[in-house]
Nanobody, 121 residues
Framework: QRQLVESGGGLAQAGGSLRLSCVAS????????MGWYRQAPGNQRELVAT???????VYGDSVEGRFTITRDNAKNTVVLQMNNLKPEDTAVYYC???????????????WGQGTQVTVNS
């Protein structure tokens, strides 16, 4: 089975930290971008952070300087370290990965089921 599995969501206090992990499993030839998006009730889904296979990263304006994205290619894992959390960070966080299953096939986007992050004042 091919899937993205997220973990690490939960409850934090303002100013605290959480660490999210996403693991891609199944038949995979290569992974280009991996990253995190989030969606709060009434809002559009927005970029949190994304990272390429060589370590180049992009952050959303609202999280830059507070969040750090890293990647372990050997384990097909992307990690989002979230520091100095704010109540407005409360959202469902979704892992996204651009996967090529076989070398002769094209890349496609895969999404995890999402994990809830709640930050209290």
């Amino acid at each position: 089975q091919r899937q993205l599995v997220e973990s690490g969501g939960g409850l934090a206090q303002a100013g605290g930290s959480l660490r999210l992990s996403c693991v891609a499993s199944g038949t995979i030839f290569s992974i280009n971008h991996m990253g995190w998006y989030r969606q709060a009730p009434g809002n559009q889904r927005e970029l949190v952070a994304t990272i390429t296979d060589d370590g180049s990263s992009v952050y959303g304006d609202s999280v830059e300087g507070r969040f750090t994205i890293t990647r372990d290619n050997a384990k097909n894992t992307v990690v989002l370290q979230m520091n100095n959390l704010k109540p407005e960070d409360t959202a469902v966080y979704y892992c996204k990965a651009e996967l090529k299953i076989y070398f002769w096939k094209s890349y496609h986007d895969y999404w995890g089921q999402g994990t809830q992050v709640t930050v209290n004042s």
